[in-house]
Every structure is written in structure tokens, then in C-alpha cells.
């Protein structure tokens, strides 16, 4: 077996021996301990005196990277990257690219549309996920995108090798949606933990003392932070319950019935959360089975949404929970995908959720 190789330092050449790929930028960023921009400023030679001053220092230690890696840039992407055109794209991993006005992801391209126009650019809608995904056309489905300068991945479920590939390429990418475990992937995302935490102190506050939590069962990030936020106020009140108190489901509608409500209310919990999502699953399966189960909210029970509530349920009691800024989060996706593209120096913060007092959370019932 060949021994593991080691990690080059700058200064060090040629290229490691027995490579067949060529070095991508994101690896020049990794070992020179920078950002993917600013190696493509330095390594681009700009010296328009328009973008951001870059350290003698600095500049140095991108260069001595990219030579102890044996990086030699790409004619093609060279070309590409200067034939930019004032198109911003925009990618969505839904089943069809959403164009009701009812739909979670409006609000999100109403922000995205008003920032781009505000900022010059033209968007190009890819809608190659409308017949049955992005991985449907093969494993270039993602490669149309660079007609456009950068582009703007929207979804919980995304084709991960592709989206690192094209980070790994140097093309500006921004997926609005926390997804720090595709490394070098820039991304704007709402502060669910801080949100879903907060939930949980005014359920608290009401005098519950054991709080359920409903999501869907799989793994991704906007999920995680939400459960992480709840178990994190569960703590911080003082009532713990611990992962115990986490219904995960893969299909809310058929799990989670009114004798397992029934059943849970009767071992003492006197609250639920259920997390948002694109399917809406969750809430409306919680919504359901205490209706089945006979139950009074917020009298006997109180209900909780992580998340805006779907707009179909006007009418109906607004639920307890904070609201999304999607319009914020679409706009400030388009600045960081802006800067990208300009080869500048951006990071957003996450963009914080506002409480919503609602109408479905009372006093624990004792």
C-alpha cells in the first residue's frame, strides 16, 4: 500500500507526484489559508485598482501555494470569468420551480428578483429540477448554470458532488440555506437556533414542563438547527428531556396519530413544536392528530410551528412560532453572490427570525 502522502508547504515544488487531476483553487485557498476570492484576485493579476487591496503578505503566500501545488490556471474558465454579462441564476433542487404566489419559496425569489434589479443584474431561472430533480439529467445536470456569472441554489436537498465541483471550479455559488458541510460552499441562512430556542422560554415561561418536538426524519442543516435550538431552551430552562423529546418522522401523516398524541399527553407532555419545512408535513400531521384526538388548543394542549405558517391555513389559528425573513434572506444571498462574482471579499450574517406570539400556546395545564 503507497504511504499516505504529505501535505505540501508553500515554497515547495513541483506539484506531488502522481496527480492526474489539476489543483483546483479551493485547495490553493485551503493551504494558503485564505478565501477562494482572494486567490482569484491574486492569481487573476488584477490591477485595475478597483477591487479590494490585497497584502504584499498575503499575495505572497497565495502564490507560493499555488506553485507548491503546481496550479496553472484554466484558459477556459480564464475565458469564462471575463465574459461576465450581468446574469445572476437561480436553481432550485424542488420537484418544479415554485410560481405560486402560496408557495414557502416566494418570498425567498421576491427578495432575490428586487436585489438583483437593485444591483443591475438579470436573473436566468433554471428549472431543469421540473422533470424530477437536478440529478436527473446526469451528473453534469448542474453544468448550464455557468451561462450565467454566478448562480443561486435554493433547497434542503441538494446534489452534493455536483454543487463541489463547482465550488472546487472557482464559480461563484450561493445556496440560500445554512450548508457548512459542503466546504468552501458560501451560503445565507436564518438564525434557526437562536429562533427555535426562544420558542421553548416562552412555552417555559407558560409553565410547560414537558415539550415535544415533531420534524421530519433526515439530516438536513435548517432540521439540525432547529433540534438543536429546542434541546438548547429545554437546557437553559431547566427541564431537559434530551433527544427523548425529539419525534422524528419519516411520514408525519402516518406516525404521528391521534393515539400516539393521546399517548404522549397522557406520560405528561403538555406542549409540541413542530418544525416547517417545504412539505409542510410536520405541522399539518401535529395539527391533525390533536384534532383526532379530541384535544382543546391551547387549552389542553399547547402547539408550536418553527417556521411561518403555510399560507393555505388562513383562518385557522395563527400558530405560536417566529416568522422566516425570506424576503431579507433572498436579498442578502444576492449581495453575497454579487460579491462573489466581483471578486470581492463578503460574508452575511445570519439574518434572525422574529417571534410570533400566536394564538395556539396557553398555560401548562396542571
Not at 487531476?21 to 489559508?33: K, N, S
Not at 464559480?171 to 459542503?182: A, F, S
Not at 398524541?261 to 405528561?268: E, F, I, P, S
Not at 399539518?284 to 387549552?299: F, H, T
Request: glycine share 12%; net charge neutral.
Amino acid at each position: 500500500m503507497e504511504p499516505p502522502r504529505k501535505r505540501a508547504k508553500p515554497g515547495r515544488s513541483p506539484a506531488p507526484a502522481g496527480r492526474t487531476a489539476r489543483p483546483r483553487q479551493a485547495e490553493v485557498a485551503r493551504l494558503a489559508g485564505v478565501s477562494q476570492a482572494t486567490v482569484s484576485l491574486v492569481l487573476s493579476a488584477r490591477g485595475d485598482g478597483k477591487g479590494p487591496t490585497i497584502s504584499d503578505e498575503t499575495r505572497q503566500r497565495v502564490l507560493d501555494a499555488a506553485r507548491s501545488l503546481g496550479y496553472v490556471p484554466d484558459p477556459a474558465a480564464r475565458r469564462l470569468a471575463a465574459a461576465r454579462n450581468n446574469l445572476l441564476g437561480v436553481f432550485s433542487f424542488t420537484a418544479t420551480f415554485p410560481t405560486d404566489v402560496q408557495h414557502s419559496y416566494y418570498p425567498f425569489l421576491v427578495g432575490v428578483e428586487q436585489e438583483a434589479a437593485a444591483r443591475g443584474y438579470d436573473l436566468v431561472l433554471f428549472t431543469g429540477s421540473s422533470s424530477g430533480g437536478a440529478g436527473a439529467a446526469g451528473p453534469d445536470a448542474l453544468s448550464r448554470v455557468r451561462l450565467a456569472d454566478g448562480c443561486l441554489f435554493l433547497g434542503r436537498h441538494v446534489p452534493r458532488a455536483e454543487l463541489k465541483r463547482l465550488v472546487a471550479d472557482g464559480y461563484p455559488v450561493v445556496h440560500l440555506g445554512r450548508r457548512e458541510e459542503l466546504e468552501g460552499l458560501a451560503w445565507v441562512g436564518a438564525d434557526y437556533v437562536s429562533a427555535s430556542r426562544e420558542v421553548v422560554a416562552h412555552l417555559a415561561g407558560l409553565g410547560h414542563r414537558r415539550i415535544a418536538l415533531v420534524r421530519e426524519d433526515d439530516d438536513a442543516p435548517a432540521s439540525a438547527d432547529r433540534q438543536r435550538g429546542f434541546l438548547d431552551g429545554l437546557d437553559a430552562a431547566g427541564i431537559g428531556g434530551g433527544p427523548q423529546a425529539v419525534l422524528r418522522c419519516a411520514d408525519p401523516v402516518r406516525e404521528l396519530t391521534a393515539e400516539r398524541v393521546r399517548a404522549l399527553v397522557a406520560d405528561g407532555v403538555t406542549a409540541f413544536v413542530a418544525e416547517e419545512t417545504d412539505t409542510g408535513a410536520a405541522w399539518r400531521a401535529l395539527n391533525s392528530a390533536v384534532r383526532e384526538a379530541g384535544l382543546d388548543c391551547p387549552g389542553d394542549i399547547s402547539l408550536g410551528l418553527l417556521g411561518s405558517p403555510p399560507a393555505d391555513l388562513a383562518g385557522e389559528p395563527v400558530p405560536m412560532g417566529f416568522d422566516i425573513p425570506r424576503h431579507e434572506l433572498g436579498a442578502a444571498a444576492v449581495r453575497l453572490l454579487a460579491a462573489l462574482v466581483a471578486g470581492e471579499e463578503a460574508a452575511e450574517p445570519l439574518v434572525a427570525c422574529a417571534f410570533r406570539g400566536g394564538q395556539t400556546a396557553g398555560p401548562a395545564r396542571l
